[in-house]
């Protein structure tokens, strides 16, 4: 991979600036350290919204590899954060809240952190409080009910900023 000077398109550019900041967070979460950081895209909307809400990381547990769970994976030269749908044997399949269609597949070595708290404004939604159980137990799996759901929140709460 080139250096950032050595870069020719945007892409390549973003792409490498990615890299070294999450070299950053991976080097603090192996300290024991709890980064937090903002989010980008739309992928995990309406529970973590891009560029809006901050996140913060936790290093990895034995129960952080469960269904329901939201992690930080390493996926094609891409980072993610996305919820644990499904898990076969050593495959885990993510998705975004905010994807009605898509998911992508990893494996245990691809998932490098767990999102333990999101921070909204001055709220903050702890891992285990009723929200965080209502978006993941309450959230629609089903593809045609989550594009439903996600045009509803287009057209009402995020034109309201929520």
Request: proline share 5%; net charge positive; with cysteine.
């Amino acid at each position: 991979m080139p250096s950032i000077s050595e870069a020719r398109t945007p892409q390549e550019l973003q792409r490498l600036r990615s890299e070294a900041f999450f070299s950053e967070i991976l080097s603090r979460l192996a300290e024991g350290k709890h980064p937090r950081i903002l989010p980008r895209g739309v992928s995990m909307r309406p529970f973590i919204r891009g560029g809006v809400d901050k996140i913060v990381l936790s290093p990895l547990e034995e129960n952080s590899f469960q269904v329901g769970r939201i992690v930080l994976a390493h996926i094609g030269g891409y980072y993610l954060v996305h919820r644990i749908v499904r898990i076969d044997g050593e495959v885990f399949t993510l998705r975004g809240d905010g994807n009605p269609y898509q998911r992508e597949q990893c494996t245990r070595e691809q998932i490098l952190a767990e999102v333990k708290c999101v921070h909204r404004g001055k709220r903050v939604i702890q891992y285990g409080s009723l929200l965080w159980w209502c978006y993941d137990e309450l959230w629609p799996d089903c593809d045609f009910l989550r594009r439903l759901c996600l045009a509803v929140y287009r057209r009402t709460l995020f034109r309201w900023g929520w």
